[in-house]
């Protein structure tokens, strides 16, 4: 059985157009890494010990652990706990570009795959008037960085490159390929 170790609803959906065969059961990891860490390995260390906490409870299974983060000048942004956070980060973002890193974890009894995709993403020159309309007219509160690339009713991403799915906090394309190859084996 594939165990996705993730409670976005995001996550549930991106999975279901490369597999309908999965279960999905959230992890309750409290993600904690290592300050000195490098920024970029962060969400691979996250998805890991997500993944870990979901196997241990299914070692005939295979289980995969997801984390996504925002990377700016400012540190990481994961998901903001208020509205003032929120406006922190949207403001930090603002008319500037940053990385979007989603850390993948697959393990399984005979494999474990641990990789992390990179996005970059422009935004738009927002007002504040832009960005107080955009936290209201959408949910930023469950978004690394405040924001999702699939909700825009306001047009805040000037342009992004990498894979589109990777914003939205699974990348496809990579993972299909993995399962394809952990499911042959």
Do not use: W
């Amino acid at each position: 059985m594939l165990i996705l170790a993730s409670q976005s609803p995001r996550r549930i959906q991106l999975l279901s157009l490369i597999t309908k065969n999965f279960i999905n059961i959230p992890s309750q990891n409290n993600e904690q890494y290592a300050e000195d860490l490098d920024y970029f390995e962060v969400p691979k260390v996250l998805a890991t010990q997500k993944a870990l906490e979901v196997f241990k409870n299914h070692p005939d299974d295979v289980v995969i652990g997801c984390d996504t983060v925002v990377i700016t000048p400012e540190g990481i942004f994961g998901k903001p706990k208020d509205f003032i956070e929120a406006t922190y980060m949207l403001n930090v973002l603002n008319n500037t570009e940053h990385y979007v890193v989603t850390g993948i974890c697959i393990l399984s009894k005979n494999k474990q795959v641990i990789y992390s995709e990179v996005s970059k993403v422009i935004f738009n020159n927002l007002s504040a008037q832009d960005i107080f309309d955009y936290i209201q007219k959408t949910n930023p509160y469950d978004k690394a960085g405040a924001y999702a690339i699939q909700e825009q009713p306001i047009p805040i991403i000037k342009e992004f490159s990498g894979e589109m799915n990777n914003i939205m906090g699974l990348p496809l394309t990579r993972l299909k390929k993995e399962l394809m190859n952990i499911f042959s084996e």
